[in-house]
C-alpha cells in the first residue's frame, strides 16, 4: 500500500498511481533541475489529476482511500 491509503477504483492497486503534483524547478544552463529548488516541496490536492497504469485517470478525490477501520 502507499503512504497515503489510496487505491485505484478500477483495479484496486495501490501500487501504480501517478498523481500530476506542481513542483518548483531551478532553472539550469542544461535545463531544469527539481532537485535544486530551494522549494523542494510539491503540491497536489483533492483536484489534482491522477492516473493509474491499468488505465485508468481521473481525480485524486476518486481514489479510494482505505477508511483505517477495517
Ligand atoms: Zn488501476
Same mark, same amino acid.
Given at each position: 500500500?502507499?503512504?497515503? #491509503?489510496?487505491?485505484?477504483?478500477?483495479?484496486?492497486?495501490? #501500487?501504480?498511481?501517478d498523481? /500530476? +503534483?506542481?513542483?518548483?524547478v531551478?532553472?539550469? *544552463?542544461?535545463?531544469? +533541475? +527539481?532537485?535544486? @529548488? *530551494?522549494?523542494?516541496?510539491?503540491?497536489?490536492?483533492?483536484?489534482? *489529476?491522477?492516473? /493509474?497504469?491499468?488505465g485508468?485517470?481521473?481525480?485524486?478525490?476518486?481514489?479510494?482511500?482505505? @477508511?483505517?477501520? #477495517?
Open positions: 500500500m502507499n503512504a497515503f #491509503g489510496c487505491h485505484c477504483p478500477k483495479c484496486g492497486s495501490s #501500487g501504480q498511481i498523481i /500530476c +503534483a506542481q513542483v518548483w531551478r532553472l539550469t *544552463r542544461v535545463g531544469t +533541475a +527539481a532537485d535544486l @529548488s *530551494r522549494q523542494g516541496n510539491h503540491e497536489w490536492n483533492d483536484a489534482s *489529476r491522477a492516473t /493509474c497504469d491499468c485508468w485517470t481521473g481525480r485524486v478525490n476518486e481514489l479510494i482511500k482505505e @477508511s483505517g477501520n #477495517g
